[in-house]
Each structure stands twice: as structure tokens, then as C-alpha cells.
């Protein structure tokens, strides 16, 4: 149980372009879902709370118009990486959380801005 | 701030046990101690987590002193596979978990 998907697990886009993640529950629902990002070699870093039906709470120093998140239902929650720029090329990975406030993280999803 | 604290590194023989500590003597009362590890270029994998007893489940144990203030995960029997970078982290009520750098583990044949 508590598996999580991402798709895709691999994108490459051209500087500029938006690029969608979409986390899934596959069973069980999540009030809460998480996303993280991860630079080669270094460790997670949160950037945001999602929770169902409501606006996303950010962390600090993400912007949150470049970095929108959709919760729409229990089961899915997407990152769209607007105007996307090679900077912004990372690992994105998200994670939801179970009844007892466990999170369980997906794949992740590769990002590569050209 | 992570708020935790753990060796960069540490190795093992393949079928010894690896003991893995961690500190976090700030710890409050209502934290969990919540470990995760991280196989390379993949999400992190849930392993376990307690608040004050000791607790065991089919991957790994965790002790945790009375105090509170440091915890050590164990891997009964480590194979290639437990390869992996190892995170301990404090669950807060916000339910937030903040990523410090980690314990890469290197299983040795």
C-alpha cells in the first residue's frame, strides 16, 4: 500500500515553455501532498504544502507564479513549472500524506530545460 | 535547519547489521523521529518512525533514547540492495519534513 506515482518521470522542454507534473495516490487519499526539488548532489528541499481544495502554501524564496500547484481532489496534485529556464532544470519530487500524516514520495520527475 | 544531526558517512559488510545514529537533542516533545533513505536518481522510501518507543518493522528498528534526544536505526541484516542515502528528520505538527544532508551508506560485499 501507500504508493505514489509522477508522470511523466522524464521531460525535456525548450527555455520558455511550461512543463506539467502530476502526483497521484494510487491508494489511499491525501488531504496533504508535498513538493520537493533536488540539485545533484545536494539534499531535498520543500517548496511547497498542497492541500486539498485550497491554495498552496509556499516556503520561502519559491515563487509561487512560477511554481503553480493544483490540488483539485484527493488523488492528484500537479506542479506546472511556468516560462521554464535551465535553472529551473531539477529533480521534482512530491510526496503525500496518509491518515496518520506519514508521506509517502513518489518517483520523482526529471527536468531538463533547454 | 534541518535540525538533526548524522555521520556523512558510514559502511557496512554485507549481512552485518548497520546501526545508523542520529541526534537531535532539540527535539520537542510532540516530534516524531521519521526515517527515510533515498536509492540514487529515485523518491525517497518510507522506512520508519516512533516518538518514544522503540519500534520494528520488516525493514529496520528504531531506538530511541529515553531522553529523546538521539535515536539509532538499525538494518538487521544489510545486503547490497540497503545501499543508499539515509535520512532522519523530524516530524513537526506541521507535518513539514525538513531534509538535512544525510548518511550515505556503502554496503560492502
Known amino acids: 500500500g501507500a504508493v505514489v506515482s509522477q508522470h511523466p518521470s522524464r521531460v525535456i522542454c525548450k527555455s520558455g515553455t511550461s512543463v506539467k507534473i502530476e502526483c497521484r495516490s494510487l491508494?489511499?487519499?491525501?488531504?496533504?501532498m508535498f513538493w520537493y526539488r533536488q540539485f545533484p548532489k545536494q539534499s531535498l528541499m520543500l517548496m511547497a504544502t498542497?492541500?486539498?481544495?485550497?491554495?498552496?502554501?509556499?516556503e520561502q524564496g519559491v515563487e509561487k507564479d512560477k511554481f503553480l500547484i493544483n490540488h483539485a481532489s484527493l488523488t492528484l496534485s500537479t506542479l506546472t513549472v511556468t516560462s521554464a529556464h535551465p535553472e529551473d532544470s531539477s529533480f521534482y519530487i512530491c510526496?503525500?500524506?496518509?491518515?496518520?500524516?506519514?508521506?509517502?514520495f513518489g518517483p520523482g520527475t526529471r527536468l531538463t530545460v533547454l | 535547519d534541518a535540525k538533526t544531526t548524522q555521520p556523512t558517512s558510514m559502511d557496512c559488510a554485507e549481512g552485518r547489521a548497520a546501526n545508523l545514529p542520529c541526534n537531535h537533542s532539540?527535539?520537542?516533545?510532540?516530534?516524531?523521529v521519521y526515517w527515510y533513505r533515498q536509492i540514487h536518481s529515485q523518491g525517497p522510501q518510507y522506512i520508519i518512525h516512533?516518538?518514544?518507543n522503540n519500534e520494528t518493522n520488516e525493514m529496520a528498528s528504531l531506538i530511541i533514547t529515553e531522553d529523546r534526544k538521539s535515536s539509532t536505526l538499525i538494518l538487521p541484516h544489510a545486503t547490497l540492495r540497503d545501499t543508499a542515502v539515509y535520512y532522519c528528520?523530524?516530524?513537526?505538527?506541521?507535518?513539514?519534513?525538513?531534509f538535512g544532508s544525510g548518511t550515505r551508506l556503502l554496503v560492502r560485499p
Open positions: 510526496s503525500a500524506s496518509e491518515s496518520d500524516n506519514t508521506q509517502y
Open positions: 491508494d489511499f487519499q491525501a488531504t496533504t
Open positions: 498542497s492541500n486539498e481544495g485550497s491554495k498552496a502554501t509556499y
Open positions: 532539540t527535539i520537542s516533545g510532540n516530534e516524531y
Open positions: 516512533g516518538l518514544k
Open positions: 528528520i523530524r516530524g513537526d505538527s506541521s507535518y513539514k519534513l525538513i
